[in-house]
């Protein structure tokens, strides 16, 4: 401990007599831990630990686009095997600026293409191999992806990013293959010549490498010096097979593209990290400082930091080396990476997309959103909605800051990055105060990260109500950039306490914004108790899904307003506070904010299910239990066996009841089991049987959606039992997911 006051002292010191900006030492994105440094003097350290040039440029753009296209976009493949066919790739049409348009409507400031995917085929027109869109009837074999996209991103201003991947199954699966053929490491000359196709770019590169990385290093070359100025490389880790032990010389590559591409941050190594999944799901602290045991500017290989904390005291007191590693949140606008279809391929909302913006760029890392193109050589049109939404709520929310013309620190509120004000231990508090009071929802708090690194820890955010001070927002650490969500206030002081931080906090830029929440689309459901409930819809997206509700995380200030006698609620309709009991009642609700009415939803409520039992079936699947098909869970339903069009099953509703119709819930797993054509029956005593009437549903494996049968008089029955006649699709089995009926 004296050791360590004596160290901290002298630097104290040493700042005073020649350092006005009271740094303790030299800043760098990469400081090394010796010995003999004490835990006070590694925090010191870590407070000197800043982004690079090319890694602020980076973080200012904040959200960026990730396309994936190639032969899986046809063959509707995740992972292709590399012995695709060129043919495959059957691009009549390519619209690249559709495809910034929609990007910049988003205010995305970057797009990175996927130019050579697992698999190996190449979207430009390399040198170096022939399988890719030079083998395609894309423009009878001339045509250039690549080249077209930047054209489009010159002409909108976006800025152009790569991902080469390392991996390359064709190269694998080929006689010929260079991946893992053994060869010798020795000296190359990069690029290497043809003669058919000289490079304007005289540069050269000598490494002592083996053919597939030269292959590589050759088209990272190409890539790098044909298609304009690249701002990011992306890598991933990707070693599908270990043919030969491939390995990557990641340090080659790294020169090659220092020198080429100067303004450029790598991905997947030292500049950029991966979050750690790839659903959009954010840490709550994240933190871009991070320790490693080697020096990172020397390493080949960096595995994936998916740890719940990173970077925390704790983790930063066992590393060797304290280097800037901002992270990248990415995940897919659609489910999968490449597009596949436009009906059973689910697209993400608008409300779960800038929910993710908003905890990404919000949580001190970039956004990437993937967007595939499909195979007409477009966004979809869903697509397209979602990003111009999305588009639209940013500009509306952050375009606008209401703190203009306030009270407070000039160099936090002047809009000007360069600028801060710095804290101190006595000082920790920021006071604003604006001319009138505004009303918001969202605050942002910048740190001065260039010059005085990332140091907050903990801070809490208070608004002046009812004449005193109210907490109305708390976190974690800030770094480039944290925002604050919390449920509207209205005032004109707030003030920011930074409770926990590594030395003093440097803080850049300070705004306040104000979201217009959406009321949301509504569900309705009821337990098999009677149990109704109103919510906001979950949104459904099964690939990869993050755990966030996003409606709740940006929405507040939103009532639910119901009836229960088929007329349209209105603002003054009935309050939805708690669940309820009812039966055989038409549901109507929406929901309400101040000024905006979402749309209608309603449910025909049935009996109430949690007498009935089943009388019989004709058979049932391990796992599908006839009474699937009545327990108030559309999740989970009847299977029967495999043996023809004709399956029945029976229930006992408990007691005698005048009913007018029933409806039918097909299951929407997958196609199978939905009854096309089907005949009811009644019983007095659940053994003997009375035709009632048939029934059809017509487009069911289209169309999935619970369907209602009316009959033509209503009858009075105990025990009503459903028979199968027609399957849709010619299935031998059949499937039911819910069975409701309705009182006269």
Same mark, same amino acid.
């Given at each position: 401990?004296?050791?360590?006051?004596?160290?901290?002292?002298?630097?104290?010191?040493?700042?005073?007599?020649?350092?006005?900006?009271? +740094?303790?030492?030299?800043?760098?994105?990469?400081?090394?831990?010796?010995?003999?440094?004490?835990?006070?003097?590694?925090?010191?350290?870590?407070?000197?630990?800043?982004?690079?040039?090319?890694?602020?440029?980076?973080?200012?753009?904040?959200?960026?686009?990730?396309?994936?296209?190639?032969?899986?976009?046809?063959?509707?493949?995740?992972?292709?095997?590399?012995?695709?066919?060129?043919?495959?790739?059957?691009?009549?049409?390519?619209?690249?600026?559709?495809?910034?348009?929609?990007?910049?409507?988003?205010?995305?400031?970057?797009?990175?293409?996927?130019?050579?995917?697992?698999?190996?085929?190449?979207?430009?027109?390399?040198?170096?191999?022939?399988?890719?869109?030079?083998?395609?009837?894309?423009?009878?074999?001339?045509?250039?992806?690549?080249?077209?996209?930047?054209?489009?991103?010159?002409?909108?201003?976006?800025?152009? #990013?790569?991902?080469?991947?390392?991996?390359?199954?064709?190269?694998?699966?080929?006689?010929?293959?260079?991946?893992?053929?053994?060869?010798?490491?020795?000296?190359?000359?990069?690029?290497?010549?043809?003669?058919?196709?000289?490079?304007?770019?005289?540069?050269?590169?000598?490494?002592?490498?083996?053919?597939?990385?030269?292959?590589? +290093?050759?088209?990272?070359?190409?890539?790098?010096?044909?298609?304009?100025?690249?701002?990011?490389?992306?890598?991933?880790?990707?070693?599908?097979?270990?043919?030969?032990?491939?390995?990557?010389?990641?340090?080659?590559?790294?020169?090659?593209?220092?020198?080429?591409?100067?303004?450029?941050?790598?991905?997947?190594?030292?500049?950029?990290?991966?979050?750690?999944?790839? *659903?959009?799901?954010?840490?709550?602290?994240?933190?871009?400082?991070?320790?490693?045991?080697?020096?990172?500017?020397?390493?080949?290989?960096?595995?994936?930091?998916?740890?719940?904390?990173?970077?925390?005291?704790?983790?930063?007191?066992?590393?060797?080396?304290?280097?800037?590693?901002?992270?990248?949140?990415?995940?897919?606008?659609?489910?999968?990476?490449?597009?596949?279809?436009?009906?059973?391929?689910?697209?993400?909302?608008?409300?779960?997309?800038?929910?993710?913006?908003?905890?990404?760029?919000?949580?001190?890392?970039?956004?990437?959103?993937?967007?595939?193109?499909?195979?007409?050589?477009?966004?979809?049109?869903?697509?397209?909605?979602?990003?111009?939404?999305?588009?639209?709520?940013?500009?509306?929310?952050?375009?606008?800051?209401?703190?203009? #013309?306030?009270?407070?620190?000039?160099?936090?509120?002047?809009?000007?990055?360069?600028?801060?004000?710095?804290? *101190?231990?006595?000082?920790?508090?920021?006071?604003?105060?604006?001319?009138?009071?505004?009303?918001?929802?969202?605050?942002?708090?910048?740190?001065?990260?260039?010059?005085?690194?990332?140091?907050?820890?903990?801070?809490?955010?208070?608004?002046?109500?009812?004449?005193?001070?109210?907490?109305?927002?708390?976190?974690?650490?800030? #770094?480039?950039?944290?925002?604050?969500?919390?449920?509207?206030?209205?005032?004109?002081?707030?003030?920011?306490?930074? +409770?926990?931080?590594?030395?003093?906090?440097?803080?850049?830029?300070?705004?306040?914004?104000?979201?217009?929440?959406?009321?949301?689309?509504?569900?309705?459901?009821?337990?098999?108790?009677?149990?109704?409930?109103?919510?906001?819809?979950?949104?459904?997206?099964?690939?990869?899904?993050?755990?966030?509700?996003?409606?709740?995380?940006?929405?507040?200030?939103?009532?639910?307003?119901?009836?229960?006698?088929?007329?349209?609620?209105?603002?003054?309709?009935?309050?939805?506070?708690?669940?309820?009991?009812?039966? *055989?009642?038409?549901?109507?609700?929406?929901?309400?904010?101040?000024?905006?009415?979402?749309?209608?939803?309603?449910?025909?409520?049935?009996?109430?299910?949690?007498?009935?039992?089943?009388?019989?079936?004709?058979?049932?699947?391990?796992?599908?239990?006839?009474?699937?098909?009545?327990?108030?869970?559309?999740?989970?339903?009847?299977?029967?066996?495999?043996? #023809?069009?004709?399956?029945?099953?029976?229930?006992?509703?408990?007691?005698?009841?005048?009913?007018?119709?029933?409806?039918?819930?097909?299951?929407?797993?997958?196609?199978?089991?939905?009854?096309?054509?089907?005949?009811?029956?009644?019983?007095?005593?659940?053994?003997?049987?009375?035709?009632?009437?048939?029934?059809?549903?017509?487009? +069911?494996?289209?169309?999935?959606?619970?369907?209602?049968?009316?009959?033509?008089?209503?009858?009075?029955?105990?025990?009503?039992?459903?028979?199968?006649?027609?399957?849709?699709?010619?299935?031998?089995?059949?499937?039911?997911?819910?069975?409701?009926?309705?009182?006269?």
């Amino acid at each position: 401990m004296k050791n360590t006051f004596l160290y901290i002292l002298f630097l104290i010191i040493l700042v005073s007599c020649s350092n006005p900006n009271g +740094l303790l030492m030299q800043t760098a994105s990469t400081i090394e831990i010796t010995e003999t440094d004490s835990k006070d003097s590694i925090i010191v350290k870590a407070a000197h630990v800043v982004p690079t040039s090319n890694q602020y440029a980076a973080l200012k753009n904040e959200f960026i686009a990730f396309i994936h296209f190639g032969p899986n976009t046809f063959t509707r493949m995740e992972w292709g095997n590399g012995m695709e066919d060129p043919q495959i790739f059957n691009l009549q049409n390519l619209d690249t600026d559709q495809w910034c348009q929609a990007m910049k409507a988003a205010s995305m400031k970057m797009v990175v293409i996927t130019v050579k995917h697992h698999d190996g085929f190449c979207l430009w027109q390399t040198r170096y191999t022939k399988h890719g869109i030079m083998s395609t009837p894309f423009k009878k074999g001339q045509g250039d992806v690549l080249k077209e996209l930047s054209a489009s991103c010159q002409k909108y201003g976006l800025k152009l #990013g790569i991902y080469l991947s390392p991996a390359d199954l064709y190269q694998i699966e080929n006689a010929e293959g260079l991946y893992g053929n053994l060869s010798e490491k020795t000296d190359r000359v990069i690029p290497r010549p043809i003669e058919s196709r000289p490079f304007e770019n005289k540069a050269t590169f000598k490494f002592k490498v083996d053919d597939y990385n030269e292959y590589f +290093l050759n088209q990272l070359f190409e890539l790098l010096t044909e298609y304009g100025p690249i701002h990011e490389v992306w890598f991933d880790g990707a070693h599908p097979k270990r043919k030969g032990d491939q390995q990557y010389d990641y340090l080659a590559w790294k020169e090659v593209i220092n020198k080429l591409a100067p303004e450029a941050v790598i991905f997947g190594k030292q500049d950029i990290r991966w979050c750690g999944n790839e *659903s959009g799901k954010t840490r709550d602290t994240e933190w871009n400082i991070i320790p490693y045991q080697d020096d990172p500017n020397q390493m080949h290989r960096f595995v994936d930091l998916t740890a719940e904390s990173i970077g925390s005291r704790k983790e930063l007191y066992e590393g060797k080396y304290l280097h800037y590693q901002m992270a990248e949140t990415n995940t897919s606008i659609r489910e999968g990476w490449f597009y596949r279809d436009d009906t059973d391929q689910k697209v993400r909302s608008t409300d779960d997309v800038f929910d993710i913006y908003e905890r990404s760029i919000g949580g001190n890392s970039i956004f990437l959103l993937n967007i595939p193109p499909n195979r007409e050589g477009k966004f979809s049109p869903e697509d397209v909605r979602v990003l111009e939404e999305v588009g639209k709520r940013i500009q509306e929310t952050y375009s606008n800051d209401l703190l203009l #013309g306030a009270q407070g620190p000039a160099n936090v509120l002047d809009n000007n990055e360069a600028s801060y004000d710095l804290l *101190s231990d006595k000082e920790n508090v920021i006071t604003i105060t604006t001319p009138k009071p505004i009303t918001t929802n969202r605050f942002v708090i910048q740190e001065a990260i260039v010059t005085y690194s990332e140091r907050i820890e903990l801070h809490a955010l208070d608004a002046w109500i009812e004449n005193d001070w109210k907490e109305i927002a708390t976190a974690t650490n800030v #770094g480039f950039k944290r925002i604050l969500r919390f449920p509207e206030v209205t005032t004109d002081k707030f003030r920011i306490r930074i +409770l926990k931080s590594r030395l003093q906090p440097a803080i850049s830029k300070v705004s306040a914004h104000y979201y217009k929440t959406r009321p949301p689309q509504l569900s309705i459901s009821r337990d098999v108790n009677g149990i109704v409930s109103i919510y906001p819809k979950k949104h459904e997206f099964g690939w990869k899904p993050h755990g966030e509700d996003a409606t709740s995380n940006i929405n507040s200030g939103f009532e639910i307003r119901y009836t229960l006698d088929g007329s349209v609620p209105t603002g003054e309709s009935k309050l939805y506070t708690e669940p309820f009991l009812v039966e *055989s009642v038409e549901i109507k609700a929406i929901a309400l904010t101040s000024d905006e009415s979402g749309s209608v939803v309603s449910d025909l409520i049935g009996l109430i299910k949690k007498d009935w039992t089943l009388v019989q079936s004709d058979s049932e699947q391990a796992k599908h239990s006839p009474n699937h098909a009545f327990d108030a869970n559309t999740s989970t339903y009847w299977l029967s066996g495999e043996k #023809g069009n004709l399956h029945y099953l029976a229930v006992d509703l408990g007691k005698e009841y005048t009913l007018k119709g029933f409806a039918y819930t097909p299951q929407t797993k997958d196609s199978e089991g939905m009854i096309e054509k089907g005949l009811t029956k009644i019983s007095s005593d659940g053994k003997a049987w009375k035709v009632l009437e048939e029934f059809e549903f017509g487009n +069911l494996i289209n169309d999935p959606v619970t369907r209602r049968h009316y009959f033509k008089n209503s009858v009075k029955t105990r025990y009503f039992r459903i028979e199968s006649k027609v399957i849709a699709g010619g299935s031998k089995l059949v499937a039911i997911a819910e069975l409701d009926f309705f009182e006269e």
